[in-house]
């Protein structure tokens, strides 16, 4: 049987997202003796009857480097994982680790994984399928799940700069009203050991939230704006209500769990934005748009698609929403900036080019090397720049950092041939990216 180690030194939401796919996957893992190296502060946390924990888990960072492993998985965003999975004894490693002052990141579901410590502003993939492809799981989706009838509402009061202390009272009022037979509880009082599906929680996103819904309840999110997949539950049917920076109303609330408690259809008209959580395709999840209004939903949705593209060459099909004057403003100022990044990586191709013929040529001008080199570290510098002042593009920016450092080459000529090829990679991922803008842009009914 071969040893498998997961590296998982993480906050908790984190280990908890880990050890669901270990056990939804433990029959792909059936031939592997595993051992989790985890902190105990996380471990502590989700030690509630919440989730399974391996029996071989472990905090122990010296046991682990004094065993040998067939593999090492690092599904780790903190930085000391790096130099402890250098030092673990295996055969072959998954994600980062720091070998010479140098990071190498071997996969690219790793590198995108890498892209969310730079702080996006959604999560486009789950985590747990983001930690399922590093793995190399494949699984279709599940079939849909009937609705079960709510018998109890779980509910936690949330941040009152979107939805007032008063309002939250009206809310919690006119649940006992409209729904007499329905016992409302706090989450404290849940027994994870008890069978969840007739429950429905209503309230911010939460490891607590999280850790009822992968339980079986359902869950109704209230969010201060649109967050992708952040702190969400991995199954379908969950909503996420988005009050885009405005206050909710009690009313439109309640009005809107007519449809998902009662199931009466469709929604309505809706003051706020709101989402529902489906499966789109064996590689993720997805948010569909119930009326999409928040201003990041259309480069939420074309992330979707490249990066599914990216990272699994798997088209995915989306209908495009039709965008409000905000979303297209939004949408504008991005393809701008993108048209101008697609025009300065032409010139780092131009001068990779030239390092490239000179690296092969029998004598090299030295001059021409370095003024060459110097454009490169100076578009290198803009990109940086353009990626910390723009954060939708943010992540294709990084990750593409990301992939172009891991060169390997042992002299000039291999050097720049991995960047003539990283640089030409993402410049069609930006130029794709551009064009999911602009069918966004011009088309008012098709799909992407």
């Given amino acids: 049987m071969k040893k498998l180690l997961i590296i998982q030194l993480d906050e908790a939401y984190f280990l908890f997202e880990t050890l669901l796919v270990l056990d939804q996957y433990r029959d792909d893992l059936k031939n592997y003796s595993l051992t989790l190296l985890v902190r105990d ?212 609330l309640l009005s809107f769990l007519d449809h998902v408690i009662m199931n009466k259809g469709e929604s309505g008209l809706l003051p706020f934005s709101a989402y529902q959580l489906t499966k789109e395709n064996l590689f993720g999840s997805y948010l569909k748009s119930l009326n999409g209004s928040d201003e990041q939903y259309p480069i939420y949705q074309s992330q979707v698609v490249l990066w599914n593209y990216i990272l699994n060459l798997f088209d995915v099909t989306l209908d495009v929403i039709k965008c409000s004057p905000q979303q297209e403003k939004v949408l504008l100022e991005q393809s701008e900036v993108l048209n101008k990044m697609i025009r300065l990586y032409d010139y780092a191709l131009t001068s990779i080019e030239t390092i490239h013929q000179e690296a092969k040529a029998q004598t090299t001008n030295s001059q021409v090397l370095i003024g060459h080199m110097n454009n490169l570290e100076d578009i290198e510098k803009v990109s940086d720049q353009i990626s910390r002042s723009h954060i939708y593009l943010r992540p294709i920016i990084d990750y593409y950092r990301i992939r172009r450092g891991q060169n390997n080459g042992s002299n000039l000529l291999e050097q720049a041939q991995h960047s003539l090829i990283a640089y030409s990679e993402e410049q069609q991922a930006l130029k794709a990216l551009l064009e999911l803008f602009t069918v966004t842009l011009n088309k008012k009914e098709a799909s992407i």
């Fill in 41 to 252: 502060e996380s471990l502590k946390q989700v030690q509630d009857g919440s989730c399974s924990v391996p029996a071989s888990t472990t905090s122990s960072i010296d046991q682990v480097l004094n065993e040998n492993f067939d593999i090492s998985v690092n599904l780790s965003l903190n930085e000391n994982s790096w130099s402890i999975h250098n030092e673990i004894n295996a055969i072959r490693k998954l994600g980062a680790f720091k070998s010479d002052g140098q990071l190498v990141i071997p996969d690219h579901w790793s590198s995108f994984l890498l892209t969310l410590k730079s702080g996006s502003p959604f999560l486009t993939f789950h985590l747990h399928d983001i930690y399922k492809n590093i793995l190399g799981f494949r699984s279709f989706p599940h079939p849909k799940e009937e609705k079960n009838q709510i018998q109890k509402i779980s509910m936690t009061l949330c941040n009152t700069q979107f939805f007032s202390a008063t309002e939250q009272e009206a809310f919690i009022k006119g649940i006992a009203q409209r729904y007499p037979r329905i016992q409302i509880i706090d989450p404290s009082e849940v027994d994870f050991v008890e069978d969840l599906k007739h429950l429905l929680y209503i309230g911010p996103a939460t490891l607590t939230s999280l850790k009822l819904c992968e339980s079986g309840a359902q869950g109704l999110f209230l969010s201060k704006q649109f967050q992708g997949l952040n702190l969400l539950p991995h199954g379908e049917g969950h909503f996420l209500i988005s009050a885009q920076s405005k206050q909710l109303l009690a009313k439109d």
